[in-house]
């Protein structure tokens, strides 16, 4: 295997988005070479990429994005390290996030040859855009605006992870359904 996956991506789109957890989306680091040395390691897969999107985004939580670390060889070149990945936030009305973002680079594996390039850091911004693209309702825009609050427990790649329902949003409003794009 001459390359590991990339971190995937998420979009959280919402009137409110607070996230005080972590959001990982880390590239693969590589294993090390195990073919007897007769080839080169694998390279680390990129971060992947984070979008936050909402009328109002808060909260104290860390947003990650970096690349995987490459695999070493013994007698052949190491693996090049995962470049980071992207992270970008949008508000349209506010913005108090105050927690943390990573989007580092990996380093490379070690090799007998010689390391392979370093990767390049990713890119992490904050941005004002317009609030026409936050949808309430299909014909009335309204100004109650939900708090989205989903955990889950043992994330496993390959499994399917259950989330709990924790959403709160001012009577008499409700939320008619939730639209998930991974």
């Not at 959001?23 to 080839?39: F, H, L, P, Q």
Request: charge should be negative.
């Amino acid at each position: 295997v001459l390359f590991r996956s990339g971190g995937g991506a998420v979009s959280i789109i919402g009137g409110v988005v607070q996230v005080d957890g972590t959001i990982t989306m880390n590239g693969t680091s590589a294993s090390n070479c195990c073919c007897g040395n007769s080839s080169e390691a694998a390279g680390g897969g990129s971060g992947g990429g984070i979008l936050i999107n909402g009328e109002y985004t808060r909260g104290v939580g860390s947003l990650i994005a970096r690349g995987g670390q490459g695999g070493n060889s013994s007698s052949k070149e190491g693996g090049g390290g995962g470049a980071g990945g992207r992270i970008k936030l949008f508000f349209c009305r506010q913005n108090t996030f105050a927690g943390t973002t990573n989007v580092s680079h990996a380093p490379p594996g070690s090799g007998g040859q010689c390391s392979a390039d370093d990767a390049a850091d990713g890119t992490s911004t904050v941005n004002q855009s317009a609030c026409t693209n936050i949808i309430y309702g299909p014909e009335n825009p309204i100004r109650i605006v939900p708090v989205a609050n989903f955990t889950a427990a043992d994330v496993c790649l390959g499994i399917t992870t259950n989330f709990t329902d924790a959403t709160t949003i001012a009577q008499p409003a409700t939320i008619v359904s939730y639209d998930w794009d991974f």
